[in-house]
């Protein structure tokens, strides 16, 4: 794998509004363009040929923004005055904002720049809805922010098992034990957190073995929920994993071939591994994603205030329900002034550690009076 070189560059602003209605989200943020795990299967690599550059620079040519936290600010700062900066309204405006749709926000840049960090305090003063999906560790760093944040679900990608296939198709990625005891560790800490398996590798990943023997660890590890898609190649990537698939698998080709005649896998196909994938979910109690976990008990709506329901609770439309940071499932739920949900936590609960990490002091940057005063007089910040 080549090494990958990072370069910074300025935004004007961050958060990217998504126009295609099936996705769950309605804005994203990318901290980097490229990623260092240059996973072979990865859907972004068309994108790069946006900005003039070749899929094969996706791994080796990392784009830092290196002001993404300041244009952030700018960018939520104009969205929160046009609503007389009332940051509950603001939040159930925007709805969701997926972090890490197209690049990975912890990947090994991360480390040394801090950006994805100095984001998070951003999203936390202005209390609006987000997700994450990544595949490293790197993430448990940031515990200490999160808490203060409003976080509707941490989501860490993990398709295989099989570690050596995971070198070959992800060089840069950290192997399936270390990703799985990250979803333990923020379990631990009170987060809600899922995996997500996907893309569902033919002949390399699909068959009932190798996915029931996934969602035994995903569920000894603690995850709430496990999302699963099916790989799709579009024709900068299936170029790019045609030829890591010729000397990893070269006997797959032909099936290969017969089953992605365009970029997406023939029904035939698709069908049988989705019904494979659907039972063995209903096997292991595994929801297929985080507001299905929410259908069943407690829940809490997108605008802060929590509910028990025994179906899906209403929500703000666009957006997930979600949580201050933690799950409510033990401790006493507090609505503050703010309108964020806490727990008083309770001895030996698993929300302990996190409450322990939300008293820091400095650990975050919450929003409070002085904030949103100082916004209201239109003062720098």
């Known amino acids: 794998m080549q090494t990958a070189h990072w370069e910074t560059i ?5 958060m990217t509004r998504v126009k295609e209605e099936k996705m769950p ?14 996973c072979g299967f990865c859907y972004a690599r068309a994108f790069q040929s946006f900005i003039g550059m070749d899929s094969d620079d996706f791994q080796s040519r990392i784009l830092v923004k290196e002001n993404a936290a300041e244009a952030l600010q700018r960018q939520l700062h104009r969205m929160a005055a046009s609503r007389n900066f009332d940051l509950p309204v603001l939040a159930q405006d925007i709805g969701h904002i997926a972090i890490g749709t197209a690049t990975d926000p912890y990947q090994s840049a991360e480390g040394s720049y801090k950006v994805t960090r ?18 490293s560790p790197l993430v448990l760093r940031d515990l200490d922010v999160l808490a203060d944040c409003r976080l509707l679900s941490i989501n860490i990608s993990l398709n295989t098992l099989d570690d050596g296939l995971i070198r070959s198709l992800e060089p840069g990625s950290p192997l399936s034990g270390q990703r799985l005891r990250a979803v333990r560790e923020l379990r631990e800490s009170g987060f809600r957190v899922g995996v997500f398996a996907a893309p569902i590798l033919p002949l390399l990943g699909d068959s009932r073995s190798q996915l029931n023997e996934l969602m035994q660890a995903v569920k000894a590890s603690g995850a709430q929920f496990m999302m699963s898609s099916l790989l799709r190649l579009s024709p900068e990537v299936k170029n790019w994993y045609y030829s890591i698939l010729r000397e990893v698998a ?20 698709s069908e049988e591994i989705q ?18 976990h929410d259908a069943v008990g407690t829940t809490v709506r997108a605008d802060g205030t929590a509910a028990s329901v025994g179906g899906a ?3 703000v439309e666009g957006a997930e329900p979600f949580i201050g940071g933690t799950t409510p499932c033990a401790g006493e739920a507090v609505v503050s002034v703010s309108g964020v949900v806490s727990e008083k ?27 949103e005063v100082m916004e209201q007089m239109s003062l720098p910040i």
């Open 250 to 269: 070269p006997e797959a080709l032909p099936t290969y071939e017969r089953i992605f005649q365009g970029a997406y896998a023939i029904r035939s196909y």
């Open 275 to 292: 019904c494979r994938v659907d039972e063995l979910r209903r096997i292991h109690g595994l929801p297929h994603s985080a507001s299905d």
């Open 345 to 371: 936590p309770q001895g030996g609960t698993l929300h302990a550690k996190l409450f322990k990490l939300r008293e820091r002091p400095g650990a975050g940057i919450s929003p409070g009076r002085v904030v």
């Open 10 to 14: 300025g935004v004007k602003q961050l």
């Open 25 to 38: 989200f309605g804005w994203s943020i990318n901290p980097y363009r490229g990623c260092a795990h240059g």
């Open 313 to 315: 609770a209403p929500c």
């Open 118 to 135: 100095e984001c998070l305090k951003v999203l936390a003063r202005y209390q609006v809805p987000f997700s994450i999906t990544t595949r």
